[in-house]
């Protein structure tokens, strides 16, 4: 009998351990997801000349930090030897053993993964491509692991504070999209503002090339924002874990929508700009109220998960504003989303969750939580800004940080790539082609370079060309219908003047 017991023991425990895997695993998958999120959320919101060029970031962050990530960024953030700063064993997953499992190391690279595709959409359509390969690597192998050393492993700084305080993070506010968010800042700032973005030192906007897609790449992340706080609980056999997974998918549902409904009503008032029921800030909001949730999402109340997701769509809406401000040029709301919206939710844990927060128990600890929290944030932001400042500078310094002017201004699909995302008739914002020869017997200036026309402007007020142009097909050249001047259009491959203009 007690035979019996003891290999009934233990077969449970290998079935509590494979159920733990495999919740890791599925959670992961579904976190894996938010890549093609990113993907499509990034392509959408920017010019169709650079759409290859921003998925082939999105894929490559995939393919960079996973590599990084399995040699040494695992090692720095969950080391089993290690001191408070950072981790500094288990070197190639541990020699293949991948301590303390394949499905733990999958969950976390996702994440890792994650932080790392924040930046890339800040800092769209002037970046080179380089620069993108060598910020993948710092990140995912270094920056944020560190800050995970520090949060998440049993033997952090934060992690281990004073009187047995815990910094208070579930799902990443300040791991994930503070560091996130800080770097992209940082980048972007360092990079300086596309073409034509600022004129007079206003805002000019710059559009993306197709909302679609933008709101295609939202809904597979509000997808996978389910999974991303839903699968930080890291377990589903224990006694509570049922029910914390339950409360953070729930939580992350709530706080998300009221950031959304916010967020829209926000711009629809004119408080920040044009009145409009505006899709794309309802999105960002949304997206806002589910990082905001991250920190607290196991253990705020839902009416808490609801304020969260209210201030969130208001803190999205102030921080896009404040970066225009500070003159930094982010396609994507990138900051606002991440930065500013995850510093609120790393503070609003501790004021909002049920078991530690101040509206449990036990106020003076969680006035003391407020304060680590607090310190966590501002130390998180600090080291991202000294390691992001150190490498965008040097890229900067060696030139090679940001493209050249004309290739800027042609799109970095076609120079950097030789892959266009569309036909080329369909390009917009400007020329995409430049004939074999340089010759000036197309539509632009005397010396046969292509023209960019940031504002419309009439046909008679720019240089004929000096014959007909070879036909559309003939792989010399092909017009661009999107970037002709106001009132031109093509007639048998020939520019002409609309004559009711």
């Known amino acids: 009998m007690a035979v019996n017991l003891t290999i009934l023991a233990a077969d449970f425990a290998t079935l509590q351990k494979n159920s733990d895997q495999l919740f890791l695993l599925i959670m992961g998958c579904m976190v894996f997801l938010m890549q093609s999120g990113f993907a499509f959320l990034e392509a959408g919101s920017v010019r169709s000349k650079n759409t290859t060029n921003i998925l082939i970031k999105n894929m490559l962050d995939i393919f960079i930090t996973g590599l990084c990530y399995w040699m040494f960024g695992y090692a720095f953030a969950f080391g089993q030897v290690g001191n408070p700063f950072i981790g500094h064993s288990d070197f190639f997953a541990g020699s293949l053993r991948l301590s303390p499992d394949p499905a733990f190391w999958f969950f976390q690279f996702v994440f890792c993964a994650t932080a790392t ?27 944020y692991p560190v800050v995970t050393h520090w949060a998440w492993s049993d033997v952090g700084w934060l992690a281990n504070g004073p009187d047995g305080i815990v910094y208070k993070d579930f799902a990443g506010s300040g791991v994930v999209h503070v560091v996130g968010g800080t770097t992209a800042f940082v980048g972007a700032k360092l990079l300086g503002p596309r073409i034509g973005r600022f004129k007079d030192g206003k805002a000019v906007q710059i559009s993306g090339h197709t909302v679609p897609l933008v709101a295609l790449g939202a809904f597979i992340l509000f997808f996978g924002f389910l999974a991303f706080n839903g699968g930080s609980q890291a377990s589903i056999s224990g006694p509570r874990d049922g029910q914390i997974v ?54 705020a109340y839902s009416w808490g998960a609801l304020v969260i997701g209210v201030v969130a769509g208001m803190v999205y809406c102030a921080w896009s504003r404040l970066v225009v401000k500070l003159g930094v040029d982010d396609p994507l709301d990138a900051v606002a989303v991440h930065l500013g919206a995850g510093l609120w939710g790393v503070l609003a844990a501790p004021i909002l969750a049920s078991d530690v927060g101040l509206v449990g128990a036990d106020k003076q600890y969680a006035l003391r939580l407020f304060g680590w929290n607090l310190l966590g944030a501002l130390v998180i932001m600090a080291w991202c800004v000294v390691v992001a400042g150190l490498m965008f500078g040097l890229l900067k310094v060696f030139g090679i940080l940001r493209v050249p002017t004309e290739i800027e201004l042609r799109g970095l699909d076609i120079p950097k790539h030789g892959e266009p995302a569309y036909p080329t008739e369909s390009y917009g914002h400007g020329w995409t082609m430049m004939p074999p020869d340089h010759s000036p017997d197309m539509y632009g200036g005397p010396d046969g370079k292509m023209e960019f026309f940031p504002q419309p402007i009439r046909l008679d007020n720019v240089p004929r060309p000096s014959s007909r142009p070879p036909s559309r097909g003939s792989g010399r050249y092909v017009y661009n219908p999107h970037s002709l001047p106001h009132g031109a259009y093509i007639n048998h491959g020939a520019v002409v003047q609309n004559s009711r203009m």
Not at 258 to 276: E, I
């Open 117 to 143: 595709t924040i930046v890339s959409g800040a800092m769209a359509e002037r970046t080179e491509f380089v620069c993108y390969l060598v910020y993948c690597v710092v990140i995912g192998g270094f920056m």
């Open 246 to 299: 339950s409360n953070a998918i729930v939580n992350t549902i709530i706080s998300g929508a009221a950031g959304g409904v916010v967020a829209m009503m926000v711009k629809r008032s004119g408080l920040f700009g044009d009145v409009n029921w505006s899709l794309l800030t309802s999105i960002n909001g949304a997206l806002s109220g589910m990082v905001a949730i991250c920190a607290a999402a196991d253990a």
